[in-house]
C-alpha cells in the first residue's frame, strides 16, 4: 500500500514537472491582458481548445483497480425532502451503499486528495464532504426555500454519473435568525454562500423554483484556483438529471460558454478537458438548452456562470 502510493506520487511528480517544461513563455500582451477579466479579446478565447484525459488522471484511474466502474448510491438522511427548520443550522447527513468496487469516500492524509462527495446548496459552488462519518453542518441558512445536492466524485473531481449517484432535496428555513449579511458556513468553516465580495461568485442564496422532476443541469467543475501543472487542462464536468444528450439518444445539449465568448456544445454527457488558459480570470457558463437551443427553465439552475482563477 504505501509502496504504491509513493510510486504514483513519483509518477504524479514526474508528469507534473515533463507538463510544467512544455510551457510557453507568454507573450507581452497576453501578460497585459491577463488581469483583466471578462473582456479578453476573442483571440486570447480561441486558445482555448479541447485536449483529451489528461495522462496525470489515466495515471490515477489505472491505481485505482476497479473503482472508476462503481456505482456508489448515495441517500440524504437529514434533511429529509420537504422539512421545515425552525434554525439557521441545518444538519447534513449521507449515506453511501450501492456496487462500491472498493470505492469510498476519504482524504489521504499524505496527498490531501481522494474520494469525496460533493455538497451544493442552492446553486453555489460545491462544497467537498470526505468523511461521511463526521458530521457536516451548514451555518447561517438564511430563511426561504432551499436545496441540498449530493453526488459522488472522484479524487480528481469528476463525479460519477450513475443512477442514484446524484440525490436532491428542498427543505425550508422558517424563523431560523441566519444573518443574511453574513456568509453560511460548513461547520469545517468553509463558505457555502456569502453576500460580500469576499464571496467572489457566490450569492446569499435562496433555492429557485425547481422541479426535481424536471431537466436539471448541476455545475460542478471547473472551480476555484488552477495553479501551474493544474491548469495545463482544466476539466468541465456536470450532473444531468431527467435530460439525455443527444448524442446519448436524447433531444438536449449542453452549451459551455468561455469569457462571454461564443458558445460550444457538450452533446455526450461527460466531463471535457480544455487547454491553452491564459494566467488571470475567466468566465465559464454551463447552459442545458432544448432542441430550439433555448435555456430550459428550471428554477434558474440550468443557466449558471462561475469564475476561476488561472495562476501560472
Ligand atoms: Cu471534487
Not at 469516500?105 to 455538497?119: A, S, W, Y
Not at 468553509?190 to 426535481?212: F, I, Y
Request: hydrophobic letters at 35%.
Amino acid at each position: 500500500m504505501i509502496n504504491s502510493r509513493y510510486i504514483a506520487i513519483f509518477v504524479l511528480s514526474a508528469l507534473a514537472f515533463g507538463c510544467a517544461t512544455q510551457q510557453q513563455p507568454k507573450s507581452g500582451s497576453e501578460a497585459m491582458n491577463s488581469n483583466t477579466s471578462n473582456a479578453k479579446p476573442a483571440a486570447f478565447r480561441e486558445t482555448i481548445t479541447i485536449a483529451e484525459r489528461p495522462q496525470t488522471v489515466k495515471d490515477q484511474m489505472a491505481l485505482r483497480g476497479a473503482q472508476d466502474e462503481a456505482e456508489p448510491k448515495l441517500t440524504i438522511v437529514e434533511p429529509k425532502e420537504g422539512l421545515t427548520v425552525t434554525s439557521s443550522t441545518v444538519k447534513v447527513k449521507l449515506i453511501i451503499a450501492g456496487d462500491l468496487k472498493g470505492y469510498m469516500p476519504g482524504m489521504d492524509p499524505q496527498t490531501k486528495m481522494g474520494n469525496h462527495i460533493h455538497v451544493i446548496l442552492d446553486n453555489q459552488p460545491y462544497e467537498a464532504y470526505y468523511n461521511l462519518d463526521n458530521e457536516f453542518e451548514l451555518r447561517n441558512v438564511t430563511d426561504g426555500e432551499h436545496t441540498i445536492r449530493v453526488f459522488a466524485s472522484r479524487p480528481w473531481h469528476e463525479s460519477y454519473k450513475n443512477e442514484g449517484s446524484f440525490q436532491m432535496v428542498r427543505f425550508i428555513v422558517k424563523n431560523g435568525g441566519g444573518d443574511a449579511t453574513k456568509p453560511t458556513t460548513a461547520n469545517n468553516g468553509s463558505t457555502m454562500a456569502s453576500p460580500t465580495p469576499e464571496g467572489k461568485d457566490m450569492q446569499n442564496s435562496t433555492a429557485g423554483t425547481v422541479d426535481p422532476k424536471k431537466p436539471l443541469l448541476t455545475y460542478s467543475r471547473p472551480k476555484g484556483e488552477y495553479k501551474d501543472a493544474a491548469a495545463e487542462s482544466i476539466m468541465i464536468d456536470f450532473w444531468l438529471d431527467n435530460a439525455k444528450l443527444k448524442d446519448d439518444g436524447g433531444q438536449y445539449r449542453v452549451r459551455y460558454t468561455i469569457d462571454g465568448g461564443v458558445g460550444m456544445y457538450i452533446d455526450k454527457w461527460e466531463p471535457i478537458w480544455l487547454t491553452g488558459w491564459s494566467a488571470g480570470t475567466h468566465s465559464i457558463k454551463l447552459e442545458l438548452v432544448d432542441q430550439a437551443d433555448n435555456v430550459v427553465d428550471n428554477g434558474g439552475y440550468n443557466s449558471t456562470t462561475r469564475e476561476i482563477t488561472v495562476i501560472r
